[in-house]
């Protein structure tokens, strides 16, 4: 992997993009760095290759099967998908195994899912930490003579979804008596760390501590005699220490294909990682010390860096050091900026978003540059399939 900085002290995005801004159509436009996008494919492919460690990349930071299917010829061995529309789409473009890292909860999203493992090709695994939702999925697929893969979710600091360790034996008990489901592994998503961990070994004992908490639990399952074959882990921030940590199968980033602000600022991805940006026209310069542009939370969101930061942010303005995007309305996105900038009415600048994954989810498709000059158009296939 590249080297990356142990504790990342940058607070804005200095150089600027590998491009020309001009070579977008119009703006505000998300434009994805073809050269570096497949860096980063190869980069993350490279690791888990040399500690013998599937990779399964979460494409809810994409939508695109066109970016699956690169990640896919890298050695991924599967995908990861936030919600059961994600799938449906992916599993239309083709792709053979799919994680459906999320609860099915509710009649319809059962009946969805039979019908899905009925009409694809592909191998689909889902998610739960109940035996209250694992059920009726458990009863539809034995109606259906289906068995269905799925993964327990272990809660190792996040505190959203997840059973805590010690519970987790209990559970794998109640489900291993389900006919209609095969209890295939154990994961967690060890987000905690982006929030809580301030330094590169704080970053590295709290990973390994969650992918131990997660494969010592799936050994105590073992000697029960329910077998395991999966431990994953996952997140972009931390697949780099994943990787070094025994007994886990699988990790799981997704951010890693584009990065943003908070991937720099986390020192999981360097200046010369980023992708994915956002080119916006100056649409006003009302005075020496701000300017606005033609994108806001409409564009760029309005999710906050989750990292430590000195100041409130919605984005780095890329080569421009000082400037910050500090305020955003619907349709307007307001710059801070030294007094002496050099930006005009009518200049494009590339904004680099604290959270790129909710930015390609608000667009119907995207630029892709190869060499500096705009390819073709990649469709955000299953933006807005949140259910």
């Not at 993350?44 to 099967?65: D, F, N, Q, W, Y």
């Not at 998610?127 to 068995?147: C, K």
């Not at 272990?154 to 389900?178: C, F």
Request: charged share 20%; hydrophobic share 45%; aromatic share 4%.
């Amino acid at each position: 992997m590249t080297d990356l900085v142990e504790d990342a002290q940058q607070t804005e995005i200095d150089s600027s993009p590998p491009f020309d801004l001009g070579v977008v159509d119009d703006t505000p436009e998300v434009a994805v760095d073809l050269g570096r996008l497949q860096a980063n494919i190869a980069r993350a492919a490279s690791a888990a290759e040399a500690h013998g460690i599937g990779l399964r990349p979460h494409v809810k930071t994409h939508k695109m099967p066109q970016i699956a299917a690169l990640q896919m010829r890298a050695g991924a061995v599967g995908i990861q998908v936030a919600k059961l529309g994600e799938a449906e789409v992916f599993a239309a473009a083709g792709v053979p195994d799919i994680f459906i890292g999320y609860p099915l909860v509710g009649p319809r999203k059962v009946a969805r899912l039979i019908y899905l493992l009925e009409h694809s090709d592909a191998t689909i695994s889902i998610a739960t930490d109940s035996i209250e939702a694992a059920r009726p999925i458990a009863a539809a697929a034995v109606a259906a003579g289906l068995r269905v893969p799925l993964l327990i979710e272990i809660d190792t600091g996040l505190r959203r979804l997840g059973v805590q360790p010690h519970q987790a034996l209990n559970l794998a008990r109640d489900l291993a008596e389900l006919d209609g489901i095969e209890l295939a592994g154990l994961f967690t998503h060890e987000g905690h760390v982006y929030t809580h961990a301030r330094s590169f070994e704080e970053k590295r004992a709290m990973t390994r501590a969650a992918c131990a908490a997660v494969a010592d639990t799936a050994e105590a399952i073992r000697a029960e005699g329910i077998p395991l074959a999966t431990v994953s882990v996952g997140s972009s921030g931390t697949f780099r220490f994943a990787v070094e940590c025994e007994n886990v199968t699988e990790i799981r980033p997704g951010t890693y294909v584009f990065n943003d602000f908070t991937q720099v600022l986390q020192g999981a991805a360097t200046q010369a990682d980023l992708a994915a940006f956002v080119v916006a026209t100056v649409v006003g310069r009302p005075e020496a010390t701000r300017a606005v542009i033609d994108a806001g939370s409409k564009v760029l969101t309005s999710d906050r860096l989750i990292v430590s930061h000195p100041e409130t942010t919605f984005g780095s303005v890329a080569g421009y050091p000082g400037a910050a995007v500090t305020r955003l309305s619907e349709e307007h996105g307001l710059l801070e900026l030294p007094p002496d900038t050099d930006m005009q009415v009518g200049d494009r600048v590339a904004i680099i978003p604290n959270h790129i994954c909710p930015v390609i989810n608000l667009t119907d498709s995207v630029s892709i540059i190869a060499d500096g000059v705009f390819s073709e158009r990649w469709s955000v296939a299953a933006r807005g399939r949140v259910q």
